[in-house]
C-alpha cells in the first residue's frame, strides 16, 4: 500500500512563504502523476499544481507565478514551494499520485495565511 506523507504546513502572514512536502512510500518514478490539490472550508477540494513523470507541469491560475511544483525522484518527494501567500491560500493541502489504475491521497496539511 503506497502512502504520501505532507509535510510542511503551518500559519503564515500575508506575503510569506511556505515549502510543502509529499514522501511517498515507494519510488516517485513509479507514479506518471503527482499533484497538490486543496480544499478551504465550504468548498471542493480543486487541484493547485501538477507534475508529470515527464516534468511537465500545471499551475491553477490563482497560483501561477507563486507557487513552483517539482519532483525529486531520488528523495521520492515531490516539493510545492508557495511564495506571496494570500488569505486565500488558506486550506488543507493534500498530495496526490496517479499510479497504474490506482490513485492515492495523503492525509493532508493545513496552511493558514493570515492578514
Known amino acids: 500500500q503506497v502512502q504520501l506523507v505532507e509535510s510542511g504546513g503551518g500559519l503564515v502572514q500575508a506575503g510569506g512563504s511556505l515549502r510543502l512536502s509529499c514522501a511517498a512510500s515507494?519510488?516517485?518514478?513509479?507514479?506518471?502523476?503527482m499533484g497538490w490539490y486543496r480544499q478551504a472550508p465550504g468548498k471542493q477540494r480543486e487541484l493547485v499544481a501538477s507534475?508529470?513523470?515527464?516534468?511537465?507541469?500545471y499551475y491553477a491560475h490563482s497560483v501561477r507565478g507563486r507557487f513552483t511544483i517539482s519532483r525529486d525522484n531520488a528523495k521520492n518527494t515531490v516539493p510545492l514551494q508557495m511564495n506571496s501567500l494570500k488569505p486565500e491560500d488558506t486550506a488543507v493541502y493534500y498530495c496526490?499520485?496517479?499510479?497504474?489504475?490506482?490513485?492515492?491521497w495523503g492525509q493532508g496539511t493545513q496552511v493558514t495565511v493570515s492578514s
Open positions: 507534475i508529470t513523470s515527464g516534468g511537465s507541469t
Open positions: 496526490n499520485a496517479h499510479g497504474v489504475g490506482t490513485i492515492y
Open positions: 515507494e519510488s516517485t518514478i513509479s507514479f506518471r502523476y
